[in-house]
């Protein structure tokens, strides 16, 4: 095990998140809030850590799969356990494991708040809650990536580790240059977002917090009734970009480069848009009697399909009180996700294509026993490595979300809240239905319930297999393991021979 | 339209060219970790994806599974950017095709591996009617290099410079030696003027040397100089410097044909031990000044019959590894025979470098440096000042250069003591219209010279990469 460099990269990412933590203490200086104050404090903490875990370059760069795995979900742990300390420190979350919930969903891009009044916060906390989701979205050691020169193939574990998706191409040769893509078109369309909702007359601080949580398909938003209060286009807006935030960003890439006929045919992009609208037209066909207008119930039926299907979780009406075919519908896309390589969360798109695919072809052996049969995607065979992960991660995510509905009923709540709760966390959308739905919030779960929660966002975020290595005994013999340390000595004392 | 742009400026940062590599062997692998440490895009091809997983697994660099010489393929891995085109499949026509379809579709130079003798005395017109870049043959290559080592067997190493006028000779100094402890001026006054020691190794340090380092025994310095004054040195300091008159060599593949070939051309008795029947007749009437062997190499009793006791030199070049080594080492210890050994596989360099087997060819090593030299070359927009000849020395930890000077530049004009050098490097040659000079401080580049510059710094694409 690497150490030095886990040190290393870890140490990069608390810089980075220092430099973050002064944009919140500038919109605190802004609107004069005396919060600001905690912020820069905080920032500076981090900046010293960082500096002093960085102040010694790592020898060896070697980075295995293992390292960056584990390197990732520590990262993770670390951005959030840091970027809880302004919400406890300025006395606006009084609870450091409930500040710590709040920034922990903020940076997986769930949304889900322990906040019972949203708008009581100052400004420059609001802002940090979006702007993690903004950087949650992405990726931080992506962004990582994007700026710190390192050199050598393994950080492609590190990236493999953090992307969304089955599996994860890069647009071109080198890694440096893909996360800069990545990131440009990120930051590009957010400011695309932010320009048309300041247009159609939103304010500057509603518009850059709402896009922040649009692009890393996140869903904290500043008013306590989320989306309901804003105005009819600003909330199609909204619902446009949240899609456009859930399509595999390999998409607009082929767009730029004028490959648009690549673009157009990718299959998870098609599938995505089919299922979307598909789940619109049944949800608007159901609750078309609850409205007056059937635009209006249009609206609402839009923008709840986009905000569930792309794991965001904005809400411009308490959908709880929809019909039961229409929740089923939204509970469904909870699991569906976004597509793989967009910031969206869930099981992702091309994941229900392969495995449909793969029924199609069990049910075929049973009709022709000896048929010969390679499952295409992308007008690509897949190899039977792609599938068989694929197929260990439907089971495991089986097992993982079974288990935590049974740990977090030990809180004794229906059946209902504990399932969404659970469903909402781990495929990092923010409301569930009942007590977690649109107008409740995750205040009453109990201390381990929340821890448990907490778990569940970051496997979810992460595609479950970098956190559920943290849990495994090995990798922790091998980073406390002194054979490292005896090995260079006895190098050492060979050179002196 | 302002995307495009944006990601054009990401995309123009990186100096580096778009190079494509069909095949992912072991050629391959070596040019991909070569070049991407030089910082440019690469994108491989092979049919076997578990190769390509491989090799994307442990470099930045970008993979795909599919036929190289498929124009669909070509296009999905963007050859429409490639400047660079290079297949090194197994197979020579396979290797061909992908470079002439490479020409059609894409605006790129095309490099193609081409090693069956059939062709590679073709290759002159290959290469001009297909229009590649250059033709590569490994074999080939490494034949010349052990051919060169062979006629002059006190040498571990010998590259050759300006065609073959100026060499690079590398020996290691043994114990109670002329060279024993005297001091580099002290050899340029009492010994041989006309020669520059560039490089020493002492145990794992590269050194480039200044005037008063003082060598010791079991030293290994490399020096420039012509191959007459080389001789001439080499014998004054006591050395052996008689060409070897007799080879034996194991194993019949390509390698052998070639290196056979070129020893008898140079008048050297050759012994084939070849184990299959079948390629024994072929190489009975390819080479039929050869003494061909139907036998296993690898038996000692056969060695003994056949003289590896008398023989004067002795070359493994079976496919394997570990059997060569095997053989070199059993040379060394029954007989006075100059070995070479041919290395295949890269790994376990620091056990192969402990066991002192004398001269060691890295056939992959010898691909690379030709292909890295184009690159270099190619990359280098600064002037047009183009690179001749590379080649690695001490395990790539310094490089040996020659420049061929087009244009008046900073360098040109100035007598070398009034430029101020990087440290660690040396203008060890300059060869102007044919005659060598070792220069001395007050000589100066001009146009028109080749120059050989030995450094450890790495990745010098011009000649005005050497001043500080």
């Known amino acids: 095990m690497n150490r030095p460099m886990i040190r290393y990269v870890l140490g990069s990412v608390l810089k980075i998140e220092a430099l973050l933590l002064m944009l919140p203490w500038l919109v605190g200086m802004i609107y004069r809030e005396s919060q600001a104050v905690y912020y820069v404090a905080v920032a500076s903490l981090c900046g010293l850590f960082g500096l002093l875990m960085t102040y010694k370059r790592p020898s060896s760069n070697v980075f295995y799969m293992k390292e960056g795995c584990l390197t990732t979900a520590l990262s993770w742990i670390i951005l959030s356990m840091f970027g809880a300390v302004p919400f406890f420190a300025t006395g606006e979350i009084p609870s450091y494991a409930d500040a710590l919930f709040e920034t922990i969903s903020g940076f997986t891009t769930t949304g889900a708040s322990i906040l019972p009044d949203v708008e009581a916060l100052s400004h420059c906390s609001l802002f940090w809650r979006s702007l993690t989701h903004w950087i949650g979205g992405m990726g931080v050691l992506v962004f990582l990536l994007a700026v710190v020169p390192m050199s050598g193939g393994g950080s492609m574990n590190l990236m493999r580790a953090e992307s969304p998706g089955p599996s994860v191409g890069k647009l071109v040769p080198k890694i440096k240059t893909t996360a800069r893509i990545l990131y440009v078109i990120y930051l590009a369309m957010t400011v695309i977002e932010i320009v048309l909702l300041l247009v159609s007359g939103m304010p500057l601080f509603d518009s850059v917090t709402l896009s922040f949580g649009t692009a890393g398909t996140g869903g904290f938003g500043v008013r306590g009734d989320s989306i309901a209060s804003y105005s009819v286009l600003q909330q199609w807006i909204i619902t446009v970009f949240m899609i456009l935030f859930g399509v595999n960003f390999n998409f607009y890439y082929y767009l730029i480069y004028r490959q648009v006929k690549k673009g157009f045919s990718m299959e998870e992009v098609r599938w995505y848009l089919i299922v979307i609208l598909t789940a619109i037209a049944g949800i608007f066909l159901n609750i078309r009697h609850l409205y007056e207008s059937g635009f209006k119930a249009l609206t609402d039926a839009a923008f709840q399909v986009g905000s569930i299907i792309t794991t965001t979780g904005y809400c411009t009406t308490d959908f709880d009180l929809w019909p039961g075919f229409s929740r089923s519908i939204l509970v469904l896309l909870m699991f569906i996700g976004a597509c793989a390589g967009s910031t969206g969360g869930g099981m992702k798109v091309s994941r229900g294509i392969i495995a449909v695919r793969t029924l199609k072809k069990e049910l075929l052996s049973y009709i022709h026993p000896k048929s010969v049969k390679k499952i295409q995607y992308e007008d690509k065979p897949l190899e039977h490595d792609v599938l068989r992960s694929l197929n260990v991660y439907i089971i495991t995510y089986v097992i993982l979300f079974s288990l935590s509905v049974l740990l977090i009923s030990l809180d004794e709540y229906d059946l209902v809240t504990n399932f969404t709760a659970v469903a909402a966390t781990f495929n990092n959308i923010g409301p569930g239905l009942s007590m977690v739905g649109p107008t409740g919030n995750f205040a009453f779960f109990s201390v381990w319930a929340k821890i448990l929660l907490m778990i569940d966002m970051l496997a979810g975020r992460l595609e479950l297999f970098p956190i559920l290595i943290l849990f495994h005994p090995e990798i922790w013999r091998e980073f406390f393991s002194k054979k490292q340390e005896r090995e260079k000595a006895k190098q050492k004392a060979g050179d002196k021979n | ?468």
């Open chain 2, 1 to 468: 339209m302002f995307l495009s742009k944006f990601s054009q400026a990401i995309q123009s940062e990186n100096k580096g060219l778009h190079i494509m590599i069909v095949g992912c062997g072991k050629v391959g692998v070596t040019l991909v970790e070569q070049l991407s440490k030089e910082g440019h895009d690469i994108t491989v091809i092979d049919t076997d994806a578990g190769l390509v997983q491989n090799v994307t697994n442990t470099y930045d660099i970008m993979g795909m599974v599919g036929n190289g010489a498929s124009y669909s393929v070509q296009i999905e891995a963007g050859i429409a950017d490639t400047d660079l085109f290079i297949a090194v499949t197994g197979s020579d026509e396979l290797n061909l095709l992908c470079c002439t379809v490479a020409k059609q579709v894409g605006d790129c130079a095309a490099i193609a591996r081409v090693r069956t003798p059939d062709y590679s005395k073709e290759s002159a017109y290959l290469r001009e009617k297909l229009g590649l870049a250059m033709i590569i043959n490994p074999e080939l290559e490494t034949a010349l290099e052990a051919c060169r080592i062979l006629l002059l067997p006190s040498a571990l190493e010998v590259g050759s410079f300006a065609h073959g006028q100026a060499e690079m000779v590398k020996f290691k100094i043994p114990e109670g030696n002329l060279l024993d402890g005297i001091s580099l001026m002290e050899l340029h006054r009492n010994v041989e003027s006309n020669l520059l020691v560039c490089v020493v190794e002492r145990e794992d340090n590269v050194i480039i040397p200044s005037g008063g380092f003082v060598l010791q025994k079991d030293d290994v310095i490399s020096f420039v100089s012509t191959p007459k004054i080389a001789r001439s040195f080499l014998s004054k300091i006591g050395f052996n410097i008689r060409q070897a008159r007799s080879a034996m060599i194991v194993g019949g593949g390509r390698a052998a044909y070639y290196l056979a070939t070129q020893l008898l051309k140079n008048g050297i008795e050759v012994r084939i031990i070849e184990q299959d029947k079948k390629r024994c007749e072929e190489l009975s009437i390819l080479l039929p000044k050869a003494i061909i062997i139907n036998g296993d190499g690898s038996d000692e009793e056969l060695l003994r019959e056949e003289g590896i006791d008398s023989v004067e030199a002795f070359i493994p070049l079976t496919g394997i590894d570990e059997e060569n080594i095997i053989l070199t080492l059993f040379a060394r210890q029954f007989s006075n025979a100059k070995v070479i050994t041919k290395i295949n596989r890269i790994g376990f360099k620091s056990v192969i470098d402990k066991l002192d087997l004398g001269s060691i060819l890295f056939p992959k090593y010898i691909t690379s440096e030709a292909i890295i030299a184009y690159v270099r070359a190619m990359s280098n927009t600064i002037g047009r000042n183009n690179i001749r000849t590379l080649y690695y020395l001490v395990n790539r930890k310094a490089e040996a250069i020659e420049f061929e000077i087009e244009e008046e530049s900073a360098v040109t004009g100035v007598p070398l003591m009034n430029l101020s050098l990087k440290p660690s490097l040396l203008v060890t040659c300059i060869n102007r219209g044919g005659k060598i000079l070792i220069p001395k401080g007050t000589d100066e580049i001009r146009v028109g010279d080749t120059v050989i510059i030995v450094t450890v710094h790495t990745g010098f694409n011009d000649i005005l990469d050497i001043l500080a």
